[in-house]
């Protein structure tokens, strides 16, 4: 029985035998399997993307906005943004620094807000 009989395929993945020789290319193969599986995982488990910069739909699901209620947050200079010809990317951590600014407490704001004593 030859190498490629003995090859038998388990859930789309190739079982090796021990008198087979595995290439460079295979360990090259299975380190970029390997690798997009581990990002996959991490980005499903964390629900953070794994991108710094991200674009507008992608911001506006991660919120749970709407592209107007976006553009509103840009204009009025709440949400900082970056554009690159045509495309506008916003950075993952300026999104998280907003919320954390805005984060409110049963009602209440924890910005530190003044106040001005009258009189």
């Given at each position: 029985m030859?190498a490629?009989?003995?090859?038998?395929?388990?859930?789309?993945?190739?079982q090796?035998?021990?008198?087979?020789?595995?290439?460079?290319?295979?360990?090259?193969?299975?380190?970029?399997?390997?690798?997009?599986?581990?990002?996959?995982?991490?980005?499903?488990?964390?629900g953070?993307?794994?991108?710094?910069?991200?674009?507008?739909?992608e911001?506006?699901?991660?919120?749970g906005?709407?592209?107007?209620?976006?553009?509103?947050?840009r204009?009025?200079?709440v949400?900082?943004?970056?554009?690159?010809?045509?495309c506008?990317?916003?950075?993952?951590?300026?999104?998280?620094?907003?919320?954390?600014?805005?984060k409110?407490?049963?009602g209440k704001?924890t910005?530190?807000?003044?106040?001005y004593?009258?009189?």
């Amino acid at each position: 029985m030859s190498a490629t009989d003995k090859k038998q395929k388990l859930g789309g993945h190739t079982q090796l035998f021990g008198e087979q020789l595995v290439t460079l290319k295979d360990l090259h193969d299975f380190k970029n399997e390997l690798l997009l599986e581990v990002k996959k995982s991490l980005k499903e488990n964390t629900g953070q993307p794994t991108k710094k910069w991200l674009k507008t739909n992608e911001v506006c699901k991660i919120l749970g906005v709407s592209i107007t209620t976006l553009l509103t947050l840009r204009i009025n200079g709440v949400l900082p943004y970056s554009k690159i010809g045509g495309c506008l990317y916003f950075d993952y951590e300026d999104i998280l620094k907003v919320m954390d600014e805005n984060k409110q407490l049963h009602g209440k704001t924890t910005k530190t807000r003044k106040f001005y004593r009258l009189g």
